[in-house]
């Protein structure tokens, strides 16, 4: 599958400082953010959901919200509280846009 020729970027604001991260994804880009609870638990959102549970690592969290379509995710940086993933595959019909990934994660970021 052709990746959509027009990219986005985004700007990740974090609420505990005044200082912006920013990466650029195409729009068909599988998107992961993983962070920590306060109890060490992981928990993440990404293409297919984002989890209500804690998981006991990060690797198991990032399980439950992507599939093998999503292909292998390499890591864009710290955002704020959380770890942002890029897939090398693409999103698939049904899974979530990678707006509404950065828009339902932000909280936790």
């Given at each position: 599958?052709?990746?959509?020729l ?13 200082n ?15 962070w ?6 992981w ?50 019909a049904?899974?979530y ?8 994660a932000?909280?936790?970021?």
């Open positions: 599958m052709y990746k959509v027009k990219l986005l970027s985004i700007a990740i604001i974090t609420f505990s400082s005044v912006a991260s920013a990466f650029t994804y195409y729009e068909d880009d599988p998107i992961v953010f993983t920590q609870t306060s109890s060490g638990k928990r993440a959102c990404g293409p297919i959901q984002c989890t209500s549970a804690s998981s006991g690592s990060e690797k198991q969290a990032i399980y439950y919200i992507t599939d093998k379509g999503h292909g292998k995710l390499k890591w864009k940086g710290d955002y704020g509280k959380c770890n942002a993933y890029i897939g090398s595959g693409s999103i698939g049904g899974d846009s990678p707006k509404k990934v950065i828009r339902l932000k909280k936790y970021c």
